[in-house]
């Protein structure tokens, strides 16, 4: 079983930047996948990013390319989420997820490729 905490979330104003953190417990981190989804108001949950468990390959969605970056630190068992250059449309309720898989260099982007999930932290992004 793995427990996901995530934190750092918050308001911020539009062209701010802000940094998420997800802190996993239990099982071996460094052989999960992790990911980053949000949900807004209304809407489905959708990918954000993801990195692999070796932290060597990486992936984003359309919207946040350029500026999200996806990391991990394995020693922390934390995975983080910088985020700049926010826009309103940001605004969503985020979730780090985990992938038990143990692929090394695959980068899952699927919900349904992730079994275990955190609680979420709210972003607010104000124009």
Same mark, same amino acid.
């Given at each position: 079983q793995v427990q996901l905490v995530e934190s750092g979330g918050g308001l911020v104003q539009a062209g701010g930047s802000l940094r998420l953190s997800c802190a996993a417990?239990?099982?071996?981190?460094?052989?999960? !996948?992790? *990911?980053?989804?949000?949900? !807004?108001? *209304?809407?489905e949950r959708e990918f954000v990013a993801a990195i692999s468990w070796s932290g060597s390959n990486t992936y984003y969605a359309d919207s946040v390319k350029g500026r999200f970056t996806i990391s991990r630190d394995n020693a922390k068992n934390t995975v983080y989420l910088q985020m700049n250059s926010l826009k309103p449309e940001d605004t969503a309720v985020y979730y780090c997820a985990a992938d038990?898989?143990?692929y090394s260099h695959y980068v899952p982007s699927q919900i349904s490729e992730y079994?275990?999930?955190?609680?979420g932290t709210q972003l607010t992004v104000s124009s």
């Open positions: 417990s239990g099982r071996i981190f460094t052989s999960y !996948a992790m *990911g980053w989804f949000r949900q !807004a108001p *209304g809407k038990p898989r143990g079994n275990y999930w955190g609680q």
